[in-house]
Structure formats: C-alpha cells, structure tokens
C-alpha cells in the first residue's frame, strides 16, 4: 500500500546541532507539507512544496528549510538547533483537498 | 487570511451519548473545512471535509458535520459515543481550493465516561 513515512520517529539532539528531519510518500503527490504540533497552538505551517524544485515558507518557517529534490521525499532541515524548536513535527502531502499525515518525529532540544 | 476557533479545549462525555465539538472560522474567501482525530501516538486521520458541495457532510466513523455560512460554524456531531472515539479532534480550514496548507484549531480532547 502507498503510504507517508517519517524517520526518525524520536530524536533528542543538542542546541546548535543541524538535524534533518526525513518525509517519504509513495503516493507520486505533488505537494508536500511540514508542520509543527506544540501544546495549546494545534498544528502550524512549517514549508510546503508543490513540486520538485518549489519550496514556500509557511507561518513558523525561521530556523528551518526544506529541499525538493524528488517527488517522493522533503527533508527538513533545522540549521542550528534550538530548545524552542522541541515539538512533534508531521510531514503531509496532499491529493484532491485531501492532507494525509506521517506519523510524526518527535524532538526534544537539550 | 483564515483562522479557527475550537471551543473547549476538553469535551467530556458519557458513553452512548451526543457528541458535539465546536469549531468556527473566519476567512476572507469561501473555505474549505476539515475535521481531523489524532489517536495517541498516531498522526492524524481525516474525518470528514467540506468542499463547497453539499453542506451536511458525512464522515468515518458515524460523525457529521454541517457548514453554516451565516454561523461561519462547521461543528462536528456524532449521535452515540463510543469508548474508542476518545482522542484529539482538530478543525482546520483552507481559504478554497487549491494546494495551500490548512489552518488549524488548537485541538479539542474528547473523553468518553463509561
């Protein structure tokens, strides 16, 4: 079955350390999304890409990027971590109005 | 620019009970509406959508919602709740169709009392 993976599912690394975030999907979706889950602020806009080559900021876009470089993955990329950027982060993508969501990674910034 | 408001950050109910989770939105342009659940652990699964057609949507699991324009609600139902649909619901919006990314509520957890 096609379906969106995440790796790694948990990951505790250092403030200042970059850290790269995996997104697959093997639904050949053009548009691709990153989001962040945070305690009493939902689910907030990371990037988003609508193919390969095309990356856009989202709402909470500082301290991070993305590449498209296939249509099957968006990596993201913190560049120097932060302890503000422990959260859970879910990658999308999206057919037909329709967002189908990873199963998360989980980050904790010491 | 759209925005959600989900009334109550914790709903509990009995089991066997109505189910009924608010949300409204705000948007300059016709929305889309989404309701999502996110079971423990998991990422989240779509319930139900509107999309501009009819305006009583059906979704998984026995749950509606109804798009009142005149309200800016999109407030999800379910007629009997059950043990198992315990976990976090969240309303999402999007300003049309399109490939943008979705607005979303802080999330409203559901408990279900036996």
């Known amino acids: 079955d096609a379906e969106i993976t995440q790796s790694p599912r948990h990951k505790i690394t250092e403030t200042g350390r970059q850290v790269t975030l995996a997104c697959h999907q093997t639904?050949?979706?053009?548009?691709m999304f990153w989001y962040r889950q945070d305690l009493g602020h939902g689910l907030r806009l990371i990037h988003y890409?609508?193919?390969?080559?095309?990356?856009n900021k989202g709402e909470v876009s500082d301290g991070y990027s993305v590449s498209r470089s296939n249509t099957e993955d968006l990596p993201l990329t913190l560049e120097s971590a932060a302890s503000s950027q422990t959260s859970v982060y879910f990658c999308?993508?999206?057919?037909?109005?329709?967002?189908?969501f990873g199963p998360g990674t989980r980050l904790t910034v010491l | 620019a759209q925005s959600v408001t989900q009334l109550g950050s914790h709903v509990s109910v009995s089991e066997g009970a109505l189910v009924l989770l608010r949300c409204n939105y705000s948007?300059?342009?016709?929305?889309?509406l989404f309701w999502y659940v996110q079971y423990p652990n998991q990422g989240l699964q779509l319930l139900l959508k509107?999309?501009?057609?009819?305006?009583l949507v059906k979704g998984i699991n026995g749950f509606e919602a109804e798009f009142k324009k005149s309200e800016t609600s999109f407030h999800l139902t379910k007629p009997s709740a059950h043990m198992s649909d315990a976990a976090e619901y969240f309303c999402?919006?999007?300003?049309?169709?399109?490939?943008?990314?979705?607005?979303f509520g802080k999330g409203t957890h559901l408990i279900i009392q036996p």
């Open positions: 999308a993508s999206s057919v037909a109005d329709t967002q189908y």
């Open positions: 639904w050949n979706h053009n548009n």
């Open positions: 890409s609508y193919g390969v080559q095309d990356t």
């Open positions: 948007s300059s342009v016709p929305p889309y």
């Open positions: 509107y999309t501009s057609a009819a305006t």
């Open positions: 999402a919006v999007r300003a049309g169709g399109g490939a943008d990314g979705l607005t």
